[in-house]
């Protein structure tokens, strides 16, 4: 069987539900804001275009192309600045600028931008061949956490190394991928005849393996996405990143969230409730709702896409919003 994309072109990035994150940012025009994924910088331009001349927008990315994308508007626009690093260091960048407390709104649009997607040489794309890579950073060898330091090494690295367990563990956790391992397997065999270098390679090996390919989806789709989301650490940034935006909003800052997959918009949702349900008491415990120490409140729905915004931008149709505001009275808490 032969997969057919639909569309080969590369692409601009479009940002993913623009006004809904405006409105839900709840602008003021002497704000402050953080964009912890510039990518090609679209909400960002987009909230500066309402910011009077006192407000400002920080720029996190962890890609070197999109920081470099970034130079141009900080030279044209001192209201702006960008930090080449990833989200995960969030409250330390705000700290040194003297911003801690004071943000006005975060916004996290998730996931990887149409250039990393439709440029061959980062090797994020089954649809053209390159170097089986996937890093958004692929300067970074190693990353501090709070506990360790990590080695990042590309897909195909890791690849080479891994046991037919640990890639099936992989495909399973973050692709939920049901032929995990007989993929894994696949995998395994291949790398004994030859090294695997390119995506290209890769997606053969999985669709050639995969017993049940999904209409209109390649078979590889899953595995991709995996191999990605763990290579680049993306659910434990986002993980470490959320605590921290308690720390650098002000009372009534808001948090925006754009996720494109179940697994991160579960932890989104989690915290987000979590956080206004307050401190854990035992059960049976009688406690009010303001010994509970709620530090965030959910301001409306879960937002997706309209069927126009899918149809103009394919890319937008698994995004999700979510939007949630800082009480007043917030507890100064990193450990929730
Ligand atoms: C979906 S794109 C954002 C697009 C952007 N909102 C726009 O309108 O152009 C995600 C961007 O976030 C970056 N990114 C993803 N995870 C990151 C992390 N943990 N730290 C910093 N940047 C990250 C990626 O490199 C990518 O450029």
Redesign the pocket.
């Known amino acids: 069987m032969v997969f057919k994309p639909k569309s080969l072109n590369p692409s601009p ?4 539900l ?1 006004s809904q994150v405006l409105s839900a940012l709840n602008l003021r025009s002497d704000g402050i804001y953080v ?10 331009e987009a909230i500066l275009n309402r910011l009077g001349t006192v407000g400002g927008v920080l720029a ?4 070197p192309e ?1 920081v470099q994308a970034a130079q141009a508007l900080c030279v044209a626009d001192n209201r702006f600045s960008i930090v080449h ?4 260091q969030l409250a330390l960048h705000v700290e040194r600028r003297g911003w801690l407390g004071k943000v006005n709104g975060v ?1 996290l ?5 149409s250039p ?1 997607l439709d440029t061959p040489a980062r090797g994020f794309s089954f649809m053209r061949d390159g170097p089986l890579d996937m890093r ?2 692929p300067n970074s060898t190693e990353t501090e956490t709070e506990t360790e330091t990590v080695t990042v090494v590309g897909v195909g690295e890791w690849l080479s190394k891994a046991t037919t367990f640990e890639i099936a563990d992989v495909l399973k956790t973050y692709g939920e991928e049901r032929h995990a391992r007989r993929l894994a397997r696949a995998i395994v065999a291949a790398r004994e005849q030859t090294e695997l270098k390119t995506t290209r390679q890769l997606a053969d090996i999985i669709a050639a393996a995969h017993p049940a390919w999904e209409k209109d989806k390649h078979p590889a789709t899953r595995c991709f996405q995996a191999l990605r989301i763990f290579i ?1 650490r ?1 659910l434990e ?2 993980r470490q ?1 959320l605590p921290q935006v308690l720390e650098v909003l002000a009372p009534g800052g808001r948090l925006v969230v ?1 996720s ?1 997959h179940s697994l991160e918009d579960r932890i989104v949702k989690r915290f987000i409730r979590d956080c206004v349900r307050g401190d854990d008491f035992p059960p049976g415990v009688p406690v009010t709702a303001k010994a509970l120490h709620p530090t965030l409140r959910t301001i409306g729905k879960p937002v997706k896409p309209s069927a126009a915004e899918v149809a103009a931008n394919p890319r937008a149709r698994s995004a999700i919003m979510r939007v949630a505001e800082v009480l007043t009275e917030k507890k100064m808490s990193v450990n929730k």
């Open positions: 990035h479009q940002p993913v623009l964009d912890c994924t510039f990518g090609r910088g679209g909400h960002t996190f990315d962890q890609d999109a690093s990833d989200f995960a916004l649009d998730l996931g990887v931008s990393q958004m950073n680049n993306e940034q986002l990143v754009i494109f």
